[in-house]
C-alpha cells in the first residue's frame, strides 16, 4: 500500500510536469525506458523491437499473408463486442456496457465496467477477436475480479506498477488465444523503437517520418507519432508506457513458465484475481491462504484449464534451452 502510494505522488508530479522535459523522466521512473535490460548481459528491451522488426520484414517478403479488409463498423463492433462479454461475464445485474466513443485516440479503451469504441475505427474480424481478449478476458476481467474481493478492493484500480503486468497479460493471452497477427506485432515494436528513438533524441516530425517509412499512412503516423510524444513536448522526450507491452510480455510468460516448471499452478491463476503486480504474488498467495483475497471468478478459458497451458510451458521450457543459430546450421540444407 505504501508503494501504490508513492506512485500516486509520481504520477501526479509526472502531470504536473506535462509539457516539461522532467514529464519523460517520470515517465521514465513509472514505466521504464527501452534501454532497460533484464537481467546484465541480456538485449534491451529495443533490441526486441529491432529484432521482431526484423523478421517480420521477412515475412513481408514471403508475400504469403494478405491484409483483410476491415469493413466492420464501429456499431457492428458494438454489438458484436456486447455479445461475447455478455458470456465472458454472466452477470446480470453487473452487466458488460459496449458504447461508441469519439473522445479516445486507441480503437477502444476498458474502463471499471464498459468498454469504449472509437466511433469512426473500421474493424477486421481479427481486431473483434483480439479486443475481445485484451481489452475484455484481461483489463475489463482483472477489474472485475478485483471488485469482487471481500477486502483488498484495491486491487480493482491500477497503479503504475500494474500496468507494465497488466499489458503483458494481454499480450500473453493474445498469443494463447491466437488472436494476434503479424500486423498488431508490428504495431507493438515499432512503438519501442520510437520510444528508444525519441529518447536518443529524436524529434516528432522524424518519429512521424520513422512511421511513414514503416508502411503507415500519414493519418496513422500522426497518431503513433502522438502517442509517443502525448504529455510531453515535440523535442522532449517520449511519454514511455507504450514499451509496458513487451516488456510485460517477457515478464508474465517467464513467471507462468517458472511457477509451472516449480509446480506451483495455483499462483497462475492470481494473475487475474486484480490489478496485480509480479512482486506481489507471493504476498497475494499468503493473503489467499488466510482467506483475505479471493481467488478470481472470471477467468480466460486458457487459464480456467490449465492442462493445455502446462504442456505448452513444459515444451517451451526445454526449446528456450536450444539455441536457434546452431539449429539453423543443422536446417541449413532443408531450407
Same mark, same amino acid.
Given at each position: 500500500m505504501r508503494r501504490m502510494? !508513492?506512485?500516486? %505522488?509520481?504520477? =501526479?508530479?509526472? &502531470?504536473?510536469a506535462r509539457g516539461? /522535459? +522532467?514529464? %519523460? $523522466?517520470?515517465?521514465? $521512473?513509472?514505466? @521504464? %525506458? /527501452?534501454?532497460? =535490460?533484464? !537481467?546484465?548481459g541480456d538485449p534491451t528491451l529495443a533490441d526486441l523491437g529491432t529484432q521482431i522488426s526484423e523478421i517480420l520484414e521477412n515475412v513481408d *517478403? %514471403?508475400?504469403?499473408?494478405?491484409? +483483410?479488409?476491415?469493413?466492420?463498423? @464501429?456499431e457492428e463492433a458494438v454489438e458484436m463486442l456486447q455479445e461475447r462479454l455478455d458470456e465472458a461475464f454472466p452477470d446480470p445485474d453487473r452487466p458488460i456496457r459496449v458504447m461508441l466513443s469519439d473522445g479516445i485516440i486507441s480503437d477502444a479503451a476498458a474502463g471499471t465496467d464498459y468498454l469504449k469504441v472509437r466511433k469512426e475505427a473500421r474493424f477486421n474480424a481479427r481486431d473483434i477477436r483480439l479486443l475481445e481478449v485484451h481489452e475484455g478476458?484481461? !483489463?475489463? @476481467?482483472?477489474?472485475?475480479? @478485483?471488485? +469482487?474481493? /471481500?477486502?483488498?478492493?484495491f486491487l480493482s484500480k491500477g497503479p503504475p506498477s500494474s500496468t507494465v503486468t497488466q499489458e503483458g497479460l494481454a499480450i500473453v493471452m493474445e498469443i494463447l488465444a491466437f488472436a494476434s497477427h503479424p500486423g498488431r506485432m508490428r504495431r507493438v515494436t515499432n512503438r519501442i523503437r520510437a520510444v528508444a528513438m525519441a529518447e536518443g533524441g529524436a524529434d516528432f516530425l522524424e518519429i512521424f517520418r520513422f512511421f511513414r517509412e514503416e508502411g503507415f499512412s500519414d493519418q496513422e503516423s500522426y497518431t503513433n507519432t502522438? *502517442?509517443?510524444f502525448r504529455g510531453s513536448t515535440p523535442t522532449g522526450g517520449p511519454f514511455t508506457k507504450d514499451i509496458s507491452y513487451s516488456k510485460g510480455f517477457i515478464? =508474465?510468460?517467464?513467471?507462468? $513458465? &517458472?511457477? =509451472?516448471?516449480k509446480g506451483l499452478l495455483d499462483r497462475v491463476p492470481l494473475l487475474f484475481c486484480g490489478k496485480t503486480n509480479l512482486g506481489d504474488m507471493r504476498t497475494l498467495a499468503q493473503l489467499v491462504e488466510e482467506g483475505l483475497v479471493v481467488p478470481p471468478r472470471y477467468l480466460p478459458p486458457h487459464f480456467a484449464d490449465m492442462n493445455a497451458l502446462v504442456s505448452w510451458m513444459c515444451y517451451s521450457d526445454f526449446l528456450n534451452r536450444l539455441n536457434l543459430d546452431r539449429i539453423d546450421l543443422d536446417f541449413g540444407n532443408i531450407f
Open positions: 502510494c !508513492h506512485e500516486y %505522488s509520481d504520477v =501526479v508530479r509526472m &502531470l504536473d516539461t /522535459p +522532467e514529464f %519523460s $523522466q517520470f515517465s521514465q $521512473q513509472l514505466y @521504464g %525506458s /527501452p534501454n532497460d =535490460v533484464f !537481467h546484465a *517478403r %514471403s508475400l504469403l499473408l494478405q491484409a +483483410e479488409r476491415k469493413d466492420i463498423t @464501429g478476458w484481461v !483489463h475489463v @476481467g482483472t477489474t472485475r475480479n @478485483g471488485m +469482487e474481493q /471481500p477486502y483488498c478492493t502522438s *502517442r509517443v515478464l =508474465v510468460y517467464n513467471y507462468i $513458465q &517458472l511457477a =509451472v516448471r
